[in-house]
């Protein structure tokens, strides 16, 4: 199997390390859009039309694109937009720079792969640019948070069989003549059973990295099906915590092991 076409862990968003100018309102600056423990804190740009532009300081290797909405709630982005993910070596944009991509638009968010068969981690740039026009969208722009980064994956993609739950948190209790009475909360995506088997060193030192970084108390971005083979974006793109305990390795053979982690959505 291909490595572009693998499951990806992605926790290193480089908008958080670059300098950034896009337009904002007060109240929902841009730097909302990479404070996933705060997902409902937004940003909106004033305009339907706009451009964000990042300079990473250096070189920096990108293999996935983003944006997400609040969660429980429809993306602010209608699937009428055009976005388009541009990079350089040089900050100047003019329509000719050396990577350009369109990114589709979903229910829940956008997204683009970044990555190809011949490079399987992605492309280095310094400078990035994402254009966004939404003109015919009545509703103002609203963008929870934005990833683009690159990832981590395994020799062997993930495990078949894992569980997909769709849990809704709303409070219900019955009254004695039985009538039910309801305080709606946020329905959460949590994700069991995930698994890669015969991980060998260089799998588990860059896994066991990751975990010593983020451990359960930083959130992620986990992509089953990066390349859409199987599973469209919004059902396998989630924004996600480890589950109440960091993967379990399991010993098999030699120096070979089994991991396995469940994952709940980032509310």
């Not at 705060?38 to 940003?43: C, D, I, L, V």
């Not at 004033?46 to 300079?55: C, P």
């Not at 009475?181 to 890669?196: D, E």
Request: charged share 25%; hydrophobic share 35%.
């Amino acid at each position: 199997m291909l490595e572009y076409k693998r499951s990806r862990l992605c926790d290193n968003n480089q908008v958080e390390k670059a300098t950034a100018i896009a337009p904002e309102l007060t109240g929902y600056e841009f730097v909302n859009i990479y404070d996933l423990k705060n997902r409902n804190k937004t940003y909106r740009p004033g305009t339907n039309d706009f451009s964000i532009s990042l300079d990473m300081g250096m070189s920096t290797n990108i293999s996935f694109f983003g944006l997400f909405g609040k969660s429980d709630s429809p993306f602010g982005i209608s699937d009428q937009a055009v976005i388009t993910v541009r990079a350089s070596m040089i900050d100047f944009f003019d329509g000719n720079e050396p990577f350009i991509q369109t990114i589709p638009v979903d229910e829940l968010g956008a997204y683009g792969d970044i990555s190809n068969s011949t490079d399987t981690q992605g492309i280095s740039y310094r400078y990035w640019q994402i254009d966004i026009n939404d003109e015919y969208n009545s509703d103002p722009l609203e963008i929870a948070y934005m990833y683009l980064g690159d990832h981590i994956n395994f020799s062997y993609n993930l495990n078949v069989g894992f569980s997909f739950e769709q849990r809704d948190l709303t409070r219900s209790q019955r009254s004695d003549s039985g009538k039910i009475f309801t305080s709606r909360k946020p329905q959460q995506r949590n994700i069991n059973g995930l698994g890669v088997n015969y991980i060998g060193t260089k799998d588990r030192k860059k896994s066991q990295a990751m975990i010593d970084r983020i451990g359960i108390h930083t959130p992620f971005l986990l992509v089953l099906d990066p390349t859409e083979c199987t599973f469209e974006y919004d059902f396998s793109c989630t924004l996600v915590y480890f589950t109440r305990k960091v993967p379990v390795y399991t010993h098999v053979v030699k120096d070979l092991f089994n991991i396995n982690f469940t994952c709940e959505e980032v509310l």
